[in-house]
């Protein structure tokens, strides 16, 4: 079994200031771990994945997030937020042992303030 | 340009109606899946297909049916005996439906019941 917790339902933040978007997950196998992000009415876009190469990953638009198996943890980091990073983001788990189930988290919604 | 399409946009739907939801991509994907997400709540698994002629459940299937006849579309149809289909609803693909295989995401459909 898979599964993963947001602990944060929402995130304000002013513009400038770094971003911090917990995620706790727990698997089973050794997991995937991705990072989606979507903005009003639209589709999710990938920011980032983690496939049990390097622990620190580095994503799109300045994110990245750090893989820690001891504390089952996958936090995104962004040093500087932008406006544009207002959407709503999802963390995601996959284990090995089942092809095809992604495990969403409940997701974050992050608020910038000018 | 590759991507996934989904259409209509906005779909409003009467007590009692089906509807069909479509989905295409021109990515050469083996696999596609179908999502619902409601407010607050992560995605939740209807249905996936991991290649053409060959569909299996995800955790939400019942009042959903859906068909595989190409490899690039995987239509899904919400028929009255769903009893709460207002939500939103993502279409997406992977290149084979492995664990770490990314997902992409079309813009998504929503759903109204009238």
């Known amino acids: 079994a898979q599964s993963v917790t947001q602990l944060d339902s929402h995130v304000s933040v002013s513009e400038g200031t770094p971003v911090l978007l917990r995620c706790n997950y727990s698997?089973?196998?050794?997991?995937?771990l991705f990072w989606y992000v979507q903005h009003p009415n639209k589709g999710l876009q990938l920011l980032l994945k983690y496939t049990s190469a390097a622990t620190l990953v580095k994503g799109i638009n300045g994110f990245e997030a750090e893989f820690k198996k001891s504390e089952t943890s996958f936090h995104l980091t962004k040093p500087s937020a932008h406006m544009s990073d207002a959407a709503e983001y999802f963390c995601v788990v996959s284990a090995q042992s089942n092809d095809y189930k992604l495990s969403f988290g409940a997701g974050t919604t992050v608020t910038v303030r000018a | 340009d590759g991507g996934i399409t989904q259409s209509p946009k906005y779909l409003f739907r009467k007590e009692g109606q089906n509807v069909t939801l479509s989905c295409e991509q021109n990515?050469?994907?083996?696999?596609m899946y179908w999502y619902r997400q409601d407010p607050g709540q992560g995605l939740r698994l209807i249905y996936y297909s991991q290649i053409v002629n060959d569909f299996q459940k995800g955790d939400i299937a019942e009042g959903y049916s859906v068909s595989r006849e190409k490899k690039e579309s995987f239509p899904l149809t919400v028929t009255s005996a769903q009893k709460n289909p207002t939500a939103f609803y993502l279409c997406?693909?992977?290149?084979?439906?492995?664990?770490?295989?990314?997902?992409?995401f079309g813009p998504g459909t929503r759903l109204t019941v009238l």
């Open positions: 997406a693909s992977s290149i084979s439906g492995g664990a770490s295989d990314t997902q992409y």
């Open positions: 698997s089973s196998y050794s997991p995937s």
């Open positions: 990515l050469n994907h083996d696999a």
